[in-house]
């Protein structure tokens, strides 16, 4: 079955324990990116990868790190993570960048800080 | 960015057509209209795009009006199972922008 899969789905943590949510496709797509979703605000976009070794912001990528070593797989890395982190993740791909290609999304990964 | 404005809410009865709107007023020639809905407890779904022309495919239509300032989301015949937030998109770069979408409730 084509999909997306994160890990962990829930976490709970404490503020400045580094902590990695490792997000999968099994689709081939070259673009993967992280969002976040909090009440009120919607989704927003952290990091973006159009391609192995390639990685971008989005608009709010302070305090989040990522990799693409790998076409599949695009984690996401707090490495000393606050309350302000506390939020829905969602992990999505698609094909290719750009215009015609829907993304596809994971399950989500809701994150306490403590 | 260009922005989109939807309803906070909308009420529908099950097996009725749904028609949500969507005002993007500040759409330029190159933004594509993409649709996604998130049922509870669940990722994104995408739903739709188009550009210009209206559009259908095996979960809704899309009308697009002429100056391309706003938009329809057609549910032809709402399901239990369409009760979701949906989200109108405008999308001309490497990213989605979501805004705060419509709360689509749908009645038995």
């Known amino acids: 079955e084509a999909q997306v899969t994160q890990n962990p789905r829930y976490l709970i943590t404490v503020t400045g324990k580094k902590l990695t949510v490792t997000c999968s496709q099994n689709?081939?797509?070259?673009?993967m990116s992280w969002y976040r979703q909090d009440p009120g605000l919607g989704l927003r976009q952290i990091y973006y990868s159009m391609n192995v070794e390639v990685t971008d912001k989005g608009d709010v990528p302070e305090g989040y790190k990522v990799s693409r070593k790998e076409k599949r797989n695009f984690p996401l890395i707090l490495e000393s993570p606050s309350p302000n982190q506390t939020s829905l993740y969602f992990c999505?791909?698609?094909?290719?960048?750009?215009?015609?290609?829907?993304?596809?999304f994971g399950p989500g990964t809701r994150l306490t800080v403590l | 960015d260009a922005k989109t404005t939807q309803p906070n809410s909308m009420e529908s009865n099950e097996e009725e057509p749904v028609h949500l709107p969507c005002n993007h007023s500040t759409i330029s020639g190159t933004d594509y209209i993409h649709w996604y809905r998130q049922l509870p407890s669940q990722g994104p779904e995408y739903v739709i795009h188009g550009l210009t022309s209206n559009v259908n495919n095996r979960m809704a239509s899309l009308a697009i009006a002429e100056d391309r300032k706003s938009s329809t989301l057609i549910l032809h015949r709402a399901t239990l199972r369409d009760a979701a937030v949906y989200y109108c998109?405008?999308?001309?770069?490497?990213?989605?922008?979501f805004g705060t979408g419509t709360r689509l409730q749908v009645f038995p």
């Open positions: 998109i405008l999308f001309n770069t490497d990213k989605l922008i």
């Open positions: 999505a791909s698609s094909l290719f960048r750009g215009l015609y290609n829907e993304q596809f």
């Open positions: 689709m081939n797509h070259e673009y």
